[in-house]
Structures are given as structure tokens and as C-alpha cells.
Nanobody, 122 residues
């Protein structure tokens, strides 16, 4: 069982930056595939980024602006978000999977955090 807690969301102006963190419980964190998804009001939860075994995958909408990384010693995965746009406004969720890989769909992950709100003003 893995518990995930996101933090770092907030209100930022367009063009600004934020770094989200996702702290995970469990002694086998380093073996888990990790991902970030987001959900805007009235929309489906969508894939943002994932990493597993040194591989990373990004949604086209965030490629070149967002970077996913992890610190296994701290059981934490990060999402550095630069050049933020109003359309990035959403609740951001961290997901984890025991299966290696970077699937860009929600069912590919077994565990989820409660989410953190990111609001980008124009």
C-alpha cells in the first residue's frame, strides 16, 4: 500500500513557475512508476507526465515547460512547471504504479493522492 500527499499548488500569474511535490509512504518507492495528472472543472482527468526506470513521458501540451523528477531518498516526486498558462489551471494529482512503465492513462496507476489546486491567472 502506498499513500501519496501532494503539495506546492497555489495561485500564480501567467508566465510564472510552480513546483509541485508528491510525498509517498512505503519502503519500495524507488521501484514505483510515478505520474502527474490534472483535472480542470468539467473535464476528464488528463495525463501530464510520468517517469519509470529513468524514462519520462510528457503530454504534448506541457512538453518543454514541465519537468518531472524524483528523489528516492526522500520518497518524493516533483513536477517543475514553468511558463504557466491559464489553461494549466486544474487540480493536479500524483499517481503511482507497481508496474514499470509510463502509461498516459488513469487506469495505469494504482494509487492516487488527494490533489493540489493550481490556478494560473491571465
Amino acid at each position: 500500500q502506498v499513500q501519496l500527499v501532494e503539495s506546492g499548488g497555489g495561485l500564480v500569474q501567467a508566465g510564472g513557475s510552480l513546483r509541485l511535490s508528491c510525498a509517498a509512504s512505503g519502503r519500495t518507492f524507488s521501484s514505483y512508476a510515478m505520474a502527474w495528472f490534472r483535472q480542470a472543472p468539467g473535464k476528464e482527468r488528463e495525463f501530464v507526465a510520468a517517469m519509470s526506470g529513468g524514462y519520462t513521458r510528457y503530454a504534448d501540451s506541457v512538453k518543454g515547460r514541465f519537468t518531472i523528477s524524483r528523489d528516492n531518498a526522500k520518497n518524493t516526486v516533483y513536477l517543475q512547471m514553468n511558463s504557466l498558462k491559464p489553461e494549466d489551471t486544474a487540480v493536479y494529482y500524483c499517481g503511482a504504479s507497481r508496474v514499470p512503465g509510463t502509461p498516459p492513462y488513469r487506469s495505469g496507476y494504482d494509487y492516487w493522492g488527494q490533489g493540489t489546486q493550481v490556478t494560473v491567472s491571465s
